[in-house]
Nanobody, 123 residues
Framework: VQLQASGGGLVQAGGSLRLSCAAS????????IGWFRQAPGKERDFVAG????????TYATSAKGRFTVSRENAEKRAYLHMRNLKPEDTAVYFC?????????????????WGQGTQVTVSS
């Protein structure tokens, strides 16, 4: 089972990035997707999630109105489109997949994790 996140980078405040998560070796289309982030010295926090069929679009308060989560099951990919980025969005971003039907903010509900991609937002 593999999840590979990509698309991170250095961007100025107010800019945009689209993160991508590529899945392999499991039935991606039946798994809930979650995006999490971890800043240095902090916990890994939930950012956004999406149900297996594209429903239950869910966001952390910090992401609402700026981030959009999506998926393409045929391509085994998930995306996190981030707009109006702020310095406090700086973190390593992880994609995760879980078997539960319900989107959850708890890390424990996700079985598979990608390696993370660094997002740095300069002021």
């Amino acid at each position: 089972v593999q999840l590979q996140a990509s698309g991170g980078g250095l961007v100025q405040a107010g800019g945009s990035l689209r993160l991508s998560c590529a899945a392999s070796d499991f039935t991606f289309s039946t798994y809930t997707i979650g995006w999490f982030r971890q800043a240095p010295g902090k916990e890994r926090d939930f950012v956004a999630g999406l149900g297996w069929n594209g429903d239950q679009e869910t966001y952390a308060t910090s992401a609402k109105g700026r981030f959009t989560v999506s998926r393409e099951n045929a391509e085994k990919r998930a995306y996190l489109h981030m707009r109006n980025l702020k310095p406090e969005d700086t973190a390593v971003y992880f994609c995760a997949a879980g078997p539960s039907y319900w989107v959850a903010s708890s890390r424990t509900m996700y079985d598979y994790w990608g390696q993370g991609t660094q997002v740095t937002v300069s002021s």
